[in-house]
């Protein structure tokens, strides 16, 4: 019984941080610092795997970083959580606009790089 009051007391505690923690990721992708804002959003995660506002701020950074999977995972679980909520579907939209740009500058890249050395 003590056990289970401890367990609940410590989840209580966590989830006040979960404001401070996607705050802080606010302001890191503000500041560019994509890698940390991923960080605290993955601690929010831990402490509510159904918290939409970190699956949204992860997913907008790792599109920052241009790790299109990465952010369209984040991304549809999102949208899963929220369908409706249509920053979330613009943001996605933009994701997979972006990797299929990215993919056509690649393969652009690559075809030029093999007709050089076909030469």
């Known amino acids: ?5 401890r367990v609940r007391d410590k ?3 966590q989830r006040h941080k979960i404001p401070a923690l996607l705050n802080m990721a606010q302001v890191y992708s503000k500041q560019k ?6 960080g605290n959003c993955e601690k929010v995660i831990d402490i509510d795997k159904y918290n939409i506002k970190a699956y949204y701020r992860r997913g ?3 599109l920052a970083l241009s790790e299109f999977d ?3 995972a ?5 949208k899963e959580l929220d369908p409706e909520n ?12 972006k990797q299929k740009e990215q993919e056509l500058k690649d393969k652009k890249l690559y075809s030029s790089m093999f007709s050089a050395i076909g030469k």
């Open 11 to 13: 989840t209580k505690s």
């Open 74 to 78: 984040d991304l549809e679980k999102a």
């Open 1 to 5: 019984r003590q056990y289970q009051r």
């Open 60 to 62: 907008q950074a790792w």
């Open 70 to 72: 990465k952010a369209q």
């Open 33 to 38: 610092n994509y890698v940390d804002a991923i």
């Open 86 to 97: 249509k920053e979330i579907l613009n943001t996605l939209a933009l994701s997979k606009k």
